[in-house]
């Protein structure tokens, strides 16, 4: 039966078997993020289409880590200078060269860790920017559905999928299609991703700043800047990384 408590009761085995199934992962994954910050490091989060949800979890949010940027396909406008009308391409995702300008006007660090996030893992510009990533040298954090990208062939010319060339892989637990709900005449309905992805990047912060306390280091994380004295906060902290931060509205 279609219905919120359908939903609710087919999302929470999903999440059980996530947390049992990645612990291994999210600790690896912590570990990479955790030596990179410790280090004066930045994340780099990438995501495109509704992956992007996941790397704006784990960016510049309340109760997240401060040294953290958020990539998209919209940066080859927003900070580029491609006209505006390329990004009514709703396939862009699919061409591999623009990874190279998302990842140069990043302009990261060798000390940076990357996570790149994908539903299916196989897109150019996914493929091409983890390749990318990898080539110098950065940690990658791949966070994907392990069964989608399984079924699926790869779009990038390498024939690699994401899942390939990351140092970590997180399985987001989506099935194949990524909704949950089974309709009668075929096809389904109510995607989980987006609801496993926030939980993954969550459980990853939580990580990171555990490694800090163990240290015996204070994590760089933002207030709310809807409370007295957030905006102050957040700005003495995102001065020890300027000109690293890309914050926009």
């Known amino acids: 039966m279609i219905s919120a408590q359908g939903y609710a009761d087919a999302v929470r085995p999903v999440l059980d078997r996530l947390l049992d199934s990645e612990a291994d992962g999210i600790t690896r994954a912590a570990d990479l993020i955790a030596d990179s910050l410790r280090d004066g490091g930045v994340l780099q989060a990438f995501g495109a289409g509704h992956s992007e949800a996941f790397a704006a979890e784990l960016v510049a949010r309340a109760g997240g880590l401060v040294p953290t940027n958020r990539l998209s396909v919209r940066d080859l406008v927003m900070h580029g200078d491609a006209p505006r009308d390329v990004l009514a391409d709703p396939k862009l ?54 069964e989608h990208t399984a079924r699926v062939a790869p779009r990038h010319p390498s024939g690699h999928r994401l899942a390939d060339l990351a140092d970590v892989v997180l399985d987001n637990g989506a099935p194949y299609g990524d909704a949950l709900l089974p309709l009668e005449g075929g096809g389904a309905v109510c995607a989980v991703s987006s609801v496993t992805t926030a939980l993954l990047a969550q459980l990853l912060t939580a990580e990171v700043v ?10 760089p994380i933002y207030l709310s800047a809807n409370v007295p004295g957030g905006d102050e906060h957040n700005l003495a902290l995102e001065s020890r990384y300027a000109g690293r931060l890309r914050r926009t509205a």
């Not at 990874?99 to 990357?114: K, N, S, T």
């Not at 150019?124 to 390749?131: H, K, M, P």
């Not at 555990?210 to 015996?216: L, M, P, S, T, V």
């Open 210 to 219: 555990r490694r800090f306390h163990q240290a015996g280091e204070v994590p």
């Open 93 to 146: 995702e699919r061409d591999p060269s623009i990874a190279h300008q998302i990842y140069a006007l990043a302009a990261p660090q060798p000390r940076d860790v990357f996570v790149v996030a994908s539903q299916s893992g196989i897109n150019g510009s996914v493929v091409e920017l983890a390749a990318l990533v990898t080539e110098r040298g950065h940690p990658l954090i791949a966070v994907t559905s392990v």
